[in-house]
């Protein structure tokens, strides 16, 4: 998908989405400061605390907002080259991009999600992850949702496009619907 609106799992989410938040952050930022300026336009002494009332119960919206945004900034979508190295392997699998999944302990930008009848397998080329805490986790949540375990997450992404070509189609493995779930699974630990 390449253009219109972008969902979780498609190329370019991530980008899309920081431009979004970013307008709602400063939209809620605005309108604080617009009520609060508000106040100094007005005599009566009920409706400088009422505009008060409002600038404050408009921050929490904006936070909420803020929070994600500004944990999940620095993750951009990769290139265009890596988007079009991973496309061949469409065919083989579902295919995410762009996910910022979160564990109690860590943020994972995984730049492309193969949920595959074989396992789920992520490249994150982030340096300070760590993965064996990571795929436990997430092997965990899996057990948890009744999938199988079998998380595994590549910094490397020569090993990732490795590990993608030694795939058979899924198309050759019985559909029992848990690539669908775990691809939901995934999207759902999603910012």
Same mark, same amino acid.
């Given at each position: 998908?390449? %253009? %219109?609106?972008?969902q979780? %799992?498609?190329?370019?989410?991530? =980008?899309?989405?920081?431009?979004?938040?970013?307008?709602?952050?400063?939209?809620?930022? /605005?309108?604080?400061? !617009?009520?609060?300026? !508000?106040?100094?336009?007005?005599?009566?002494? /009920?409706?400088?605390?009422?505009?008060?009332?409002? #600038?404050?119960?408009?921050?929490?919206?904006? /936070?909420?907002?803020?929070?994600?945004?500004?944990a999940? $900034?620095?993750?951009?979508?990769?290139?265009?080259? @890596?988007?079009?190295?991973?496309?061949?392997?469409?065919? +083989?699998?579902?295919?995410?991009?762009?996910?910022?999944?979160?564990?109690?302990?860590?943020?994972?930008? @995984?730049?492309?999600?193969?949920?595959?009848?074989? %396992?789920v $397998? #992520?490249?994150?080329?982030?340096?300070? $992850?760590?993965?064996?805490?990571?795929?436990?986790?997430? =092997?965990?949540?899996?057990?948890?949702?009744?999938?199988?375990? =079998?998380?595994? $997450?590549?910094?490397?992404e +020569?090993?990732?496009?490795?590990?993608?070509? &030694?795939?058979?189609?899924?198309?050759?493995?019985?559909?029992? &619907?848990?690539?669908?779930? !775990? /691809?939901?699974?995934?999207?759902?630990?999603?910012?």
């Open positions: 998908m390449t %253009g %219109g609106k972008k979780k %799992g498609d190329y370019g989410y991530r =980008n899309r989405r920081k431009m979004i938040q970013l307008a709602e952050v400063l939209f809620g930022a /605005a309108a604080i400061i !617009a009520q609060l300026l !508000a106040r100094n336009f007005t005599d009566s002494q /009920a409706a400088r605390n009422v505009l008060t009332v409002m #600038a404050i119960l408009s921050v929490l919206p904006t /936070a909420n907002v803020a929070s994600p945004f500004l999940a $900034i620095r993750y951009k979508t990769p290139p265009e080259e @890596f988007h079009k190295k991973v496309q061949p392997y469409e065919s +083989k699998g579902l295919v995410l991009y762009d996910l910022v999944v979160t564990t109690r302990e860590q943020i994972l930008p @995984f730049d492309a999600v193969m949920v595959h009848p074989m %396992g $397998i #992520a490249c994150c080329p982030a340096e300070k $992850i760590d993965t064996k805490k990571a795929e436990k986790t997430l =092997n965990e949540s899996f057990r948890r949702q009744k999938l199988d375990p =079998n998380v595994k $997450i590549m910094k490397d +020569k090993a990732f496009f490795n590990r993608l070509a &030694g795939l058979k189609p899924m198309s050759e493995y019985e559909d029992d &619907g848990s690539v669908e779930y !775990a /691809a939901r699974t995934l999207k759902s630990m999603s910012m």
